[in-house]
């Protein structure tokens, strides 16, 4: 099946700092999501974005689909920031397949 | 966006007994529905696709006889676990799609964490 990997695997910022999340993916996909889940567990969508770019806020998002990546960019960031990203990406009827994930921590 | 709930949020049960887990979908209809599992540290695995009126799909690896998955109406979807052990223990997570939204996007509930003693 599809293998997708995240890097870093874990990051700590000073609040304010710029960063970029990674993720790779093996196959062609259809759909490519990022998610951030908080401390209770919840995830929350953040972007939708199986090609090109999208902009929300101090977040942006790259999907670059014929070469297998893509980048979340997180800008000025928050301790509210903090949790776990996820990339899922699916090759079919939805069925999402998740990274590695990476653990952001920002401190104050 | 579209919104996903669950029911309970937490529980704690005993080694043996039966656990029932619902997750609906509060302002779309979700004529597909998905359960994930998330252990500590680790991240989320896909143990089925819920089909309303139709059998579950189920994962590799995962006991079908287990985990009872009905998706009974276009808003609910109920996961049981059955004679839980303390392995069952974890972060139980579901999703929804449904055409109309940005078609394959997937939102997710708020999960359900299972204690098995």
């Not at chain 1, 960063?19 to 951030?36: A, K, M, Y």
């Not at chain 2, 985990?67 to 999703?95: G, R, W």
């Amino acid at each position: 099946g599809i293998q997708v990997e995240q890097s870093p695997p874990d990051l700590i910022l000073q609040e304010g700092a710029n960063s970029t999340l990674r993720c790779n993916f093996s196959d062609s996909v259809n759909n490519l999501q990022w998610f951030h889940q908080n401390p209770w567990g919840q995830l929350i969508n953040l972007f939708y974005i199986p090609s090109g770019t999208k902009q929300n806020g101090r977040l942006s998002a790259t999907t670059v689909a014929t070469e297998r990546y893509s980048l979340l960019y997180i800008s000025s960031s928050q301790t509210t920031d903090s949790g776990v990203y996820f990339c899922a990406v699916s090759t079919g009827f939805q069925k999402l397949v998740f990274g590695t994930g990476t653990r952001l921590l920002v401190s104050p | 966006g579209a919104v996903v709930s669950q029911h309970p949020s937490r529980v704690i049960c005993k080694s043996g007994t039966s656990v029932k887990i619902e997750c609906r979908s509060l302002d779309f209809q979700a004529t597909t529905m998905f359960w994930y599992r998330q252990f500590p540290k680790q991240s989320l695995m896909l143990m089925a696709t819920s089909n309303e009126g139709s059998k579950a799909t189920y994962e590799q690896g995962v006991e079908k006889d287990k985990f009872l998955i009905n998706h009974a109406s276009l808003t609910l979807s109920t996961l049981t676990v059955t004679s839980a052990h303390p392995e069952d223990s974890s972060f139980y997570i579901c999703s929804a799609g449904a055409p109309g939204l940005a078609i394959r996007e997937q939102y997710f509930g708020p999960g359900t964490r299972l204690t098995v003693t």
